[in-house]
Nanobody, 115 residues
């Protein structure tokens, strides 16, 4: 059973930073692409950022230039560095690992941006 455990969510003031982590319970996650999604209040889950097995990244326009996704293959962990946070970034953030046909989701971590 593959498990994804997100951590790092917190309450932060606008303009602040947070670093989310997603620990994946695999001996090796080479070949997996990993993405972060979020669900804002009263909204559906939306794509934020992804990193493929080769390290290529992609971002939604709402976070491009503020968020950075990275991976540590040795630690089977993916990170999301979030800078210049805005109140509209308030959401539950989810990690997803994909190696088709397998798709795995974590349980989420809450990020609240408020003064």
């Amino acid at each position: 059973q593959v498990q994804l455990v997100e951590s790092g969510g917190d309450l932060v003031q606008p303009g602040g930073s947070l670093r989310l982590s997603c620990k994946i319970s695999l001996n090796s996650f080479s070949g997996f692409a990993v993405a972060w999604h979020r669900r804002r209040p009263e909204s559906s889950r939306e794509f934020i950022a992804s990193i493929d097995a080769g390290g290529d990244t992609d971002y939604d326009d709402t976070v491009r230039g503020r968020f950075t996704i990275s991976r540590d293959n040795a630690q089977t962990t993916v990170f999301l560095q979030m800078d210049n946070l805005k109140p509209e970034d308030t959401a539950t953030y989810y990690c997803k690992a994909v190696k088709l046909p397998a798709i795995y989701w974590g349980q989420g971590t809450q990020v609240t941006v408020s003064s």
